[in-house]
């Protein structure tokens, strides 16, 4: 269905930035486990624009790759696990959500551990995830795109993946 088309590439997409910069954080991975924050709107004004990206990625794609024996790094088979952030689709919750991931928490104030990337699954608020993510120096990667333009020299942590307009449902 188209439904699963969409959930399915979005997530791909992730996957393959994703593993574009694995190599980047291969020294931070530990425990067998590579663990990103995936944050984006669960709830909010904005809920229904992240909808298929947190399906695709957090429901299907993190769960088919560990299926296939998880992420190699240096040699060694890491899990990903994928902790959710809820920016509630407000910019001002998006340093909440960054602050507690680089903390090693959740947004309950829960220890995870460490955060090795965040997968930023949204649309509307990437802006507000550069500043803080670049702060805590913590590899971010957009998947769904957002304003090409809006992609600045400065932001060294920041990766983008523009997707055909196409493939936008």
Known sequence: ??????????????????????????????????????????????????????????????PYINTKGGIPIGGTSHQLEVIAYDTESNATHVAECVNAASSGKDMAGATVGDIHAIIAGTSKLNKAMYAPAQSAGIINIHTSGGNPTMWQEANTYAYGLHLPFTRYT
């Open 1 to 62: 269905s188209r439904r699963l088309e969409s959930r399915t590439w979005f997530g791909a997409m992730a996957c393959m930035l994703l593993s574009s910069v694995i190599l980047l954080l291969a020294p931070l991975a530990d425990a067998n486990t590579f663990r990103v924050a995936l944050i984006s709107e669960f709830s909010g004004k904005f809920n229904g624009n992240s909808k298929n990206f947190i399906e695709g990625f957090k429901d299907f794609v993190a």
